[in-house]
């Protein structure tokens, strides 16, 4: 039995020793992040939540969190990229829509006419989702993402989409996931969309996806039943619906939420405001060489009340030039 | 070295009993079913979707099983168990309400007016409803449900609510866990109703809850965020409701579905009308003794299209009666 007892000993220190290396505690589980206060930060609440028997120790089921997409899991300039999608959808569904060349804000987009797109507003937008995001089944929906994800590339960097992701996140999203978290996308854009990749890019499975919807009908059609896309809004999961996506669809409060525009201001809010130890980080985009560098005069992921009243309410502030090693993979 | 393998033999060996014990492979994993047609399948089924290389193999992160609640996880007699919940709150809350003695559907239930209920309909039902599950935050709502919950009694039996689960549903949950499932309720009651005990009494977190639900609001109060419950319907999880309740949270199509009236028949359509192997199972309330016996002409619960069309459609009919050796824990 001694020879038996010191065996499993040793079994269960070489499965502690990698537990630890896997776990991110022999090793750096943020390798693309400098070290600072950023950094520092985010892996003190780590530990403080998993300590067991610690004051701030969170049970597993209650370790979420919540990450917004645009902006802080991927880029989002020159526009959101799902807005690029849908222009994409407009040229190549404009053959079969001759009235599209002279009706706004289908022509300006025929045209590339920016100026005219902007002046078409919220409303020409809506109208653009609209006309190339319903219509169909979600499974023909999922393809037409899937496909044009797999061939389109982005207008300045030239690279696929779905490789403008930050590497520091990835890293973030692991080692909350390898510290028993449930790492959940809470998007201003469509689920839809952002489902057809999270898990793939984001290890996020699409039932930890919230976001924006439109309304869907069941139907059987030749007696195969199929869920349509309508064109009508269900729910727009941004500022204030934020908070109320989260409830909605997880309906546990976070206790950690990585976000990076005034658009996610209610939700950063909603998760740092409860009680116990609680994570909020604002990535900044001040980063005009790696990446791209606006935050209060953007038209796109505007942030200045997070700036402005952050630090006191004990947000986290990252700066993408100065806390990253790396942007992209 | 030798005598080390040979430990470790003896400890892997010792493991994969005890997994084999506590996946139900060894032992019967589904005790308080009689053996019989319906257990069979469900059995089959599992083996057949975890069978690595075998043709209907599924990969862990697509083993979705939803299970409708009322009727299916547990009792729905004489009136849902949230209906009975709003009448008590209805007599609870009547001294702030003087009006309601004069008012229907509310006098009707402070005279116990089952008749006058009955006949103020689903638009009285909604009144109820609304009058007594809104204008709180969603804390204040999860605290009154939890109380009742704590103290309330069936009327006929006596027992508190969530008493009334069934023994051989709780061992289906579980033998589906233990086979890499994540399963889910899909409830045609209040989504923040049934998160308040679906953790508990069905290991089911808040997060793996699809139901009806109001609108909510995010408000600051007094420099403390909540979210307020309103008066308004935001979604109906019912009927051609549940496929696109499914689509909306999960955002992946089940592979298994336990329903057990006509109210589940388009969630059990959507699931079982897809290739590979597919589980839909309907439990037939016909148990007097034991529980009670409706289907085609109970008010609550009825159940003759999936009794019809189900057999065709290669669904299992369980039998109460017959399929179940004990109803309750």
């Given at each position: 039995m001694g020879a038996r007892l010191s065996t499993l000993a040793s079994v269960g220190a070489a499965l502690a020793l990698a537990a630890?290396?896997?776990?991110?505690?022999?090793?750096?589980?943020?390798p693309s992040w400098n070290d600072g206060a950023a950094?520092?930060?985010?892996?003190?609440?780590?530990?403080?939540?998993t300590q067991p028997g610690g004051k701030d120790f969170v049970a597993p089921a209650d370790r979420i969190a919540v990450f917004d997409n645009d902006g802080t899991l991927w880029s989002e300039q020159?526009?959101?990229?799902?807005?690029?999608?849908?222009?994409?959808?407009?040229?190549?569904?404009?053959?079969?829509?001759?009235?599209?060349?002279?009706?706004?804000?289908?022509?300006?987009?025929?045209?590339?006419d920016m100026k005219a797109l902007a002046a078409a507003g919220e409303k020409g937008i809506l109208e653009l989702v609209m006309a190339t995001h319903t219509g169909m089944t979600t499974d023909q929906f999922a393809a037409v993402v899937k496909d044009?994800?797999?061939?389109?590339?982005?207008?300045?960097?030239?690279?696929?989409?779905?490789d403008l992701v930050y590497q520091p996140m990835?890293?973030?999203?692991?080692?909350?996931?390898?510290?028993?978290?449930?790492?959940?996308?809470?998007?201003?854009?469509?689920?839809?969309?952002?489902?057809?990749?999270?898990?793939?890019?984001?290890?996020?499975?699409?039932?930890?996806?919230?976001?924006?919807?439109?309304?869907?009908?069941?139907e059987?059609?030749?007696?195969?039943?199929?869920?349509?896309?309508?064109?009508?809004?269900?729910?727009?999961?941004?500022?204030?619906?934020?908070?109320?996506?989260?409830?909605?669809?997880?309906?546990?409060?976070?206790?950690a939420a990585f976000v990076n525009s005034d658009?996610?201001?209610?939700?950063?809010?909603?998760?740092?405001?409860?009680?116990?130890?609680?994570?909020?980080?604002?990535?900044?985009?001040?980063d005009a060489a790696r990446e791209f560098a606006y935050d209060?005069?953007?038209?796109?992921?505007?942030?200045?009340?997070g700036l402005d009243e952050g630090p006191a309410r004990g947000w986290t502030i990252v700066s993408m030039q100065n806390d990253w090693k790396r942007v992209y993979p």
């Open positions: 630890a290396t896997a776990f991110g505690q022999g090793s750096d589980p943020l950094k520092a930060r985010i892996v003190a609440f780590v530990q403080a939540v020159p526009a959101y990229f799902q807005l690029l999608f849908a222009i994409d959808r407009v040229k190549a569904l404009a053959p079969k829509h001759p009235e599209w060349k002279t009706k706004q804000p289908f022509k300006a987009v025929l045209e590339g044009w994800l797999a061939t389109a590339r982005h207008p300045r960097l030239a690279r696929p989409y779905t990835l890293e973030a999203l692991a080692y909350l996931r390898a510290n028993g978290f449930k790492t959940y996308i809470v998007s201003g854009g469509g689920v839809e969309f952002v489902r057809v990749f999270s898990e793939a890019r984001y290890g996020i499975p699409p039932e930890q996806v919230v976001g924006s919807s439109v309304r869907t009908k069941y059987v059609r030749d007696g195969k039943p199929v869920i349509v896309r309508l064109p009508e809004i269900d729910f727009i999961d941004d500022k204030a619906g934020k908070p109320v996506g989260i409830n909605k669809f997880i309906g546990k409060r976070p206790i658009g996610d201001f209610q939700m950063l809010e909603w998760v740092t405001a409860a009680p116990g130890a609680r994570l909020g980080v604002l990535v900044r985009h001040d209060r005069n953007s038209h796109v992921g505007r942030l200045a009340r």
